[in-house]
């Protein structure tokens, strides 16, 4: 093989690389972070108690055992852990949820609530403002949404079976213990 045949043909492979790889590279903005570091606007490292930081680990800030006696239960099951966290209560004569959204505000919760057709007043928990949710149609269920400690919004939603217990005391006492972790 001459010269000239070599050149073409390592001229095609470069060319072949090169228009390959073209689209390969972006420029990424932002600022580095150590792993596990809080975002901007996040208000907070999560190292401190109260905060709200670790996915799926949100779902432990109320121990199943607490949970289950709070709402007056004997045997708790884990449903779902995401960015909300379920249970049922003994074979489901209750259901617990709970939810963090760490963006979220008072106002969505109580526009979309609204729009959803509940009933929806204010309250407090631990002294931070907060909202009570009712359906119009369900005395049994009820859910209490608060500010979190440091950022966005912490709700619990607890629905029984009609038996006449009340589901906004149950869901007030476990916002309680979100917002007051050092339990």
């Not at 709200?52 to 884990?78: A, Y």
Request: net charge neutral.
């Amino acid at each position: 093989m001459t010269a000239r045949p070599i050149r073409t043909a390592l001229g095609a492979a470069a060319l072949v690389l090169l228009l390959a790889c073209a689209g390969c590279s972006h420029t990424v903005t932002g600022s580095a972070r150590p792993s596990g570091a809080a975002g901007p606007g996040t208000g907070g490292s999560g190292a401190e108690p109260g905060n709200f930081r670790n996915l799926l680990q949100e779902c432990k800030t109320v121990p199943d055992q607490t949970i289950t006696q709070v709402v007056g239960g004997s045997s708790i099951t884990n449903e779902f852990f995401g960015a909300i966290c379920r249970w049922s209560i003994d074979n489901g004569t209750a259901w617990v949820t709970f939810h963090w959204f760490e963006r979220g505000t008072l106002a969505t919760e109580r526009a979309t609530t609204q729009r959803l057709g509940y009933a929806v007043a204010d309250s407090r928990v631990s002294g931070v403002q907060a909202i009570t949710v009712r359906p119009h149609d369900d005395p049994s269920a009820c859910g209490v949404t608060t500010m979190a400690t440091d950022a966005g919004v912490i709700g619990w939603w607890v629905q029984y079976r009609a038996d006449g217990r009340d589901p906004c005391a149950a869901a007030q006492r476990l916002a309680e213990l979100s917002l007051n972790r050092n339990q």
